[in-house]
Structures are given as structure tokens and as C-alpha cells.
């Protein structure tokens, strides 16, 4: 079966602070993330942004395959910093295709590489409305505490082994405060974080089986 290869790409601040959003892929650093994408992303507030405008792409190379179904976006609220998580909310992005895809993205195709987009399904749009209506009335009880994070978790495998060298993994993300899509990540090496995750050596990115897979 698919495994997580990419657990959280897209990890943004829930509640808007004075501290910079930081976007992480697996155990990255803010660093790895563009400076003028650092600037963009602070305009993003889950409470508000349009969820029918949300969309997450991945370029990943050809022989990974990632299924329907396979991203999800995760939203997890706590009644502090460092407290437990009182209320997580999984929403799953049905992924676009053909003419609905955002043709903003046409630039970011490489050879060898697909370009996998997701969007949060119309019929999850007034779920993820719901809970931006219960994250600003939590917001409104304790201001000072209550904090949380949105990370998207998208699962797929590989067909064949695994290549020589670097695994590069590009994500972007899109949302109305934004026009078009941001870039988190450029050329993730994919494979060397999977490994520093602790992922065996010799199948650092899981083999696809039996499992139905959507291919591109």
C-alpha cells in the first residue's frame, strides 16, 4: 500500500502571530524555503482564505505514483503552544486534472517529472467553512493561547527501484491571498530526508503493489 513519503509538506501557522510562517517538507528547515515565498505566505489566514481557491501541487518524478485520495490536509487546534491537540480535522483534496487544471503551473513542468495537483473537493468546501467559523470563535475565547497547525500529508509509492543520486520534489501552494501559486520547496531531495526520517536504506520510498494506483 501507498505509504506517507511526504508526511507533512505544508506546515503553516493556523492563528496569524507577530512570528514569520514557516513552511516545512519532513524535517526542512524554514531555510529551505524561498525568501519572497517567506513574504507571500504571510498574507495566508486559514480562518478566512476561500477554501474553493485552496490548492497544493507536488512535481515530483515520473515513476512516483501518488493515488485519489492520497493527499489530505490536516488541521490540528491546541488550547496552547505546547498543549495537546483538542480538535483535529482531516480534510481529503481530490485531485485536478486536464482542463481544470491551473494553467499558472504550465512553467513548473520538467521532463521526467509529473505535476500533481489537489484542491479541496466542492462537496468539503462548507465542511472547511465550519471549521473556520469554530477556529475564529476559539480564537475569540483566548486569543493568547490557542494555537494550531495545517499540514497537508500526501501518500504515494514508487514503480521500479529507486534511482541513483537526489530525489528532487518541488511543492507550490494556492490560495486567494495569493496570485497563483506559491513555491514552498524547489528540488527537495526527496530521498536524503526520507532517510534522515528513518526510512530503510534500500527502500527509502515504498515499492506500489496490488493497490489500485492513479497513474498521470
Keep these: ?62 515513476w512516483i505514483r501518488i493515488p485519489q485520495g492520497g493527499a489530505v490536509m490536516i488541521i490540528e487546534e491546541r488550547s496552547a503552544p505546547e498543549g495537546p491537540v483538542v480538535q483535529r480535522d482531516e480534510i481529503v483534496f481530490e485531485r485536478i486534472e486536464g482542463a481544470r487544471e491551473p494553467a499558472g503551473l504550465a512553467s513548473e513542468r520538467r521532463n521526467g517529472t509529473t505535476l500533481s495537483v489537489f484542491a479541496v473537493a466542492p462537496g468539503d468546501a462548507d465542511r472547511v467553512r465550519s471549521v473556520q467559523r469554530r477556529l475564529g470563535a476559539r480564537r475569540s475565547q483566548d486569543a493568547s493561547r490557542a494555537s494550531g497547525s495545517l499540514s497537508v500529508s500526501v501518500k504515494g509509492c514508487r514503480v521500479g527501484p529507486v534511482p541513483e543520486g537526489p530525489v528532487p520534489v518541488s511543492t507550490f501552494l494556492a490560495a486567494g491571498e495569493f496570485d497563483g501559486f506559491v513555491p514552498l520547496l524547489r528540488d527537495f531531495d526527496l530521498k536524503a530526508a526520507m532517510r534522515e526520517a528513518g526510512a530503510p536504506v534500500e527502500d527509502t520510498i515504498a515499492s506500489c503493489d496490488a493497490a489500485a494506483v492513479d497513474g498521470d
Excluded at 27 to 40: D, E, I, R, W
Aim: glycine content about 2%.
Design 1 to 62: 500500500m501507498p505509504r506517507p513519503f511526504l508526511p507533512a509538506f505544508a506546515r503553516i501557522a493556523l492563528f496569524r502571530v507577530a512570528a514569520p510562517v514557516c513552511v516545512a517538507l519532513l524535517l526542512a528547515a524554514c531555510g529551505h524555503v524561498p525568501l519572497t515565498s517567506m513574504v507571500k505566505l504571510r498574507a495566508f489566514d486559514l480562518k478566512t482564505t476561500d477554501p474553493e481557491q485552496l490548492m497544493v501541487a507536488v512535481r515530483h518524478p515520473d
